[in-house]
């Protein structure tokens, strides 16, 4: 068999490594709303419309209302120890994700069984 020379070894390394790097970033998602681990904090906020989020940042967060002739701004926040969903649910689809949507049926969950288990022990 015959060796590659140096030349084409050189070339074969950088193509290879441009491959690596394109891989990698394609299947970095950091930042993406669709990531591993969940981001869900403290508090969900519900703006105008009864869209969820949890990025109090998200730029499609903003409740809108009008008092008089002035304009309102603001969020609900709701807090995750004790939320509970009711009927229908819509999140928010920049910051909610798989997994963060997921977390939050989980949380909703206990806290329904909580208030089950606290029902119980105020009957006693």
Do not use: P
């Not at 390394?13 to 681990?37: P, V």
């Not at 903003?62 to 939320?83: A, C, H, P, V, W």
């Amino acid at each position: 068999m015959r060796a590659i020379d140096d030349n084409k070894f050189k070339w074969l390394m950088i193509a290879l490594s441009a491959l690596a790097m394109i891989f990698a970033a394609c299947g970095s998602k950091n930042g993406d709303a669709h990531s591993k681990t969940s981001k869900v904090g403290k508090y969900i906020y519900k703006d105008a419309q009864e869209i969820n989020h949890i990025d109090s940042d998200c730029s499609s967060l903003m409740r809108q209302g009008k008092y008089g002739n002035r304009d309102l701004y603001g969020k609900e926040m709701i807090d995750t120890s004790t939320f509970i969903i009711e009927e229908k649910f819509i999140v928010c689809v920049k910051c909610v994700g798989d997994n963060e949507y997921d977390h939050i049926l989980g949380i909703s969950q206990r806290n329904w069984h909580n208030r089950n288990r606290r029902r119980l022990y105020d009957k006693c």
